[in-house]
């Protein structure tokens, strides 16, 4: 399908539970990566069983040391005769507890200057010599796990590099998070609407000083203030994603869509809890739910402000005098 139906489908899957959409976010990045760059039998080894759900993959790029300087990432993979040694580890792995299949950035020539150059993606099936942690403990986004990833020399063979070649690991993975960034943005837009649509609910239900509370003006006008942020957020992300399928390249406009999607989910959940008064602070209603989802696609698939550099970066690119 395209990426502007994949936002689509998205956006109605994180509607209803964000959750489920976040299960096929890395999951639809190694796909994507897959079917641009990988040769024929990683093609045909993956995609079907990946389309079929009997494989879920899952994409690692966040260490302990820190998930935004990814160009100080230390996990690396040396030539061990046919194939190759990884060792080192990530964290935050969404997915990890039932991956078939982990999508891995890491390096592969240490002497690469600068680092970037020398980074592979490996496709990694888990196996002997890899560990994977307990569930980490989280805020929201709880109908999926989140674990640590620990390579303890394990052996992976040398067809594991995404499309036969070492160290193009870096421009893929870019593009791979295009969509992703496009994915993080439509799964707020997601939640964001069901705030809304929590709130439109509520406001003509309950009534407060003998009339429904949205026609007390200050309800009413955070109606529509989340209303025309939503539509802005969806708009924006329909637009980065039909630049995608364009063949263009869309890392400004995906940045921007998750950007002003993701701030814009967070701050509709608030006013959805506050239209709700004291009921939006209960777990009875759904909106402490999407309060406590929406920060997450602020800070995964690269935070919001290294958003801003990505697209302060481009705008000077795209504008040189
Ligand atoms: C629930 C959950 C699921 C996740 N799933 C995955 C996953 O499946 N795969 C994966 O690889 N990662 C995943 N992540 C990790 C996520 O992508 C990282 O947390 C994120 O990229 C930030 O990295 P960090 O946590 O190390 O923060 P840091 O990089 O330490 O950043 C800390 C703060 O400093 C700011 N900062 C850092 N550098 C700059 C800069 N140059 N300019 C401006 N501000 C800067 C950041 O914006 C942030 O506010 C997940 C995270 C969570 C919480």
């Not at 100080?72 to 997915?95: C, L, Y």
């Not at 594991?160 to 496009?182: C, D, S, Y």
């Not at 939006?280 to 698939?301: Q, T, W």
Request: glycine share 12%; charged share 20%; hydrophobic share 40%.
């Amino acid at each position: 399908m395209s990426t502007a139906c994949f936002a689509r489908v998205t956006e109605e899957l994180a509607r209803g539970w964000m959750s489920l959409a976040g299960a096929i976010g890395g999951h639809s990045v190694i796909t994507y990566l897959i079917s641009t760059f990988g040769t024929p039998e990683q093609r045909e080894r993956y995609l079907p069983k990946m389309a079929d759900g009997s494989i879920r993959a899952t994409m690692a790029l966040t260490e302990p040391g820190g998930g935004s300087d990814l160009q100080a990432m230390r996990t690396h993979a040396v030539p061990d005769g046919d194939g190759w040694s990884i060792t080192g580890s990530k964290t935050w792995i969404s997915n990890a507890a039932h991956s078939g299949l982990i999508g891995l950035l890491c390096i592969t020539d240490r002497d690469a200057k600068p680092a970037h150059r020398g980074m592979s993606v490996l496709l990694v099936e888990p196996g002997d010599g890899l560990t994977i942690s307990k569930k980490l403990p989280k805020l929201g986004y709880r109908g999926i796990e989140a674990c640590e990833l620990i390579f303890d020399a394990m052996r992976v063979p040398g067809h594991a590099v995404l499309g036969g070649t070492p160290h193009q690991g870096w421009p893929q993975m870019m593009r791979g998070l295009e969509v992703g960034r496009i994915q993080v943005a439509s799964r707020a837009v997601g939640v964001g609407q069901a705030a809304l649509d929590a709130a439109v609910r509520y406001a003509q239900e309950r009534e407060s000083f003998g009339k429904p509370i949205w026609q007390h003006q200050s309800v009413g006008n955070l109606l529509a203030d989340m209303a025309t942020k939503i539509r802005a957020a969806r708009l924006l992300t329909l637009d980065a994603a039909e630049r995608l399928d364009a063949g263009q390249r869309a890392d400004m406009e995906a940045g921007m869509a998750k950007l002003f999607a993701s701030e814009a989910a967070m701050q509709v959940a608030l006013d959805a809890v506050r239209v709700h008064g004291g009921y939006g602070y209960s777990k009875e209603f759904d909106v402490e739910r999407y309060f406590r989802d929406a920060p997450l696609m602020i800070v995964g698939e690269g935070t919001n402000e290294i958003q801003r550099n990505v697209i302060a970066a481009q705008l000077i690119a795209r504008n040189k005098i």
